[in-house]
């Protein structure tokens, strides 16, 4: 039988997910933004990364588990249009939240920075290569906003079924 919510697993890694997700792109906008010489520039570099390599795993264990899950069915009175474009938000936020932090990770490894994971020294992986470190860091800045911007849409969703649909039409149920 098909279930009326996303099973408990999803529902408990989507709202914990999203709360890291927001919080990594306040700080890394706040540090990235510091003077280079402002007495406070690193202090949240070591956080920002340690939870960045937390959430590569926590994405890898949520794609896993959303694989092996049975899901509720979209609600049939959402209009086909609104299905896919939810379909695609949904992709592209998966597709995003591996690739934020896998770039944050290559950029620094190849950058020839360390990498500590909550205090633990993490191996170093690539050879460095400052030019290629400066290309991730690029992709890093940009698809990390583009990751927030899809997120405005996805909520500006979620509160339109809520809120301006029919009752039936309400998807947050589904994730509460
Ligand atoms: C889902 C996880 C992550 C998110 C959402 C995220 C997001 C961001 C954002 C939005 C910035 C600011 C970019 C800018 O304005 O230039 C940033 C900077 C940065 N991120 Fe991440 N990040 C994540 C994971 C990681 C990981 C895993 C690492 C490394 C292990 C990392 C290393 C860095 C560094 C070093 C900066 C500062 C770059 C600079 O000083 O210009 N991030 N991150
Ligand atoms: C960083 C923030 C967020 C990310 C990355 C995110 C990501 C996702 C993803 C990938 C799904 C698809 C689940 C699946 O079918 O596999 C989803 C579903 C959902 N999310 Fe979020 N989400 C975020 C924040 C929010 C917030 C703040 C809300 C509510 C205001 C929300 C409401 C929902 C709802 C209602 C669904 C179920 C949609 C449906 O079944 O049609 N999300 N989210």
């Known amino acids: 039988m098909t279930p009326e919510k996303y099973p408990v697993s999803m529902r408990l890694m989507h709202w914990l997910m999203a709360i890291c997700l927001l919080g990594m792109i306040a700080s890394g906008w706040y540090m990235s933004g510091l003077d280079g010489d402002a007495p406070n520039k690193y202090d949240l570099y070591p956080w920002h990364k340690s939870f960045g390599v937390l959430l ?11 694989l092996k899950s049975t899901l509720p069915e979209i609600q049939n009175t959402i209009p086909g249009n ?53 290309f991730f860091h690029t992709i890093h800045s940009y ?10 849409l996805h909520i500006a969703g979620a ?8 009752p039936e039409n309400d998807v947050l149920k589904k994730m509460m």
């Open 56 to 66: 590569l795993g926590l994405i890898l264990l949520r794609i896993i588990i959303r």
């Open 82 to 134: 609104e299905q896919m474009l939810a379909k695609v938000a949904h992709f592209l936020l998966y597709a995003l939240m591996l690739l934020v932090p896998l770039s944050g990770f290559i950029m620094s490894d190849i950058g020839g920075r360390d990498i500590y994971f909550f205090g633990i020294p993490l191996p170093d992986l690539l050879d460095t290569n400052k030019p290629i470190s400066g």
């Open 143 to 152: 698809i990390g906003y583009v990751l927030l911007s899809v997120v405005v």
């Open 159 to 166: 509160m339109k079924h809520r809120f301006m649909d029919s």
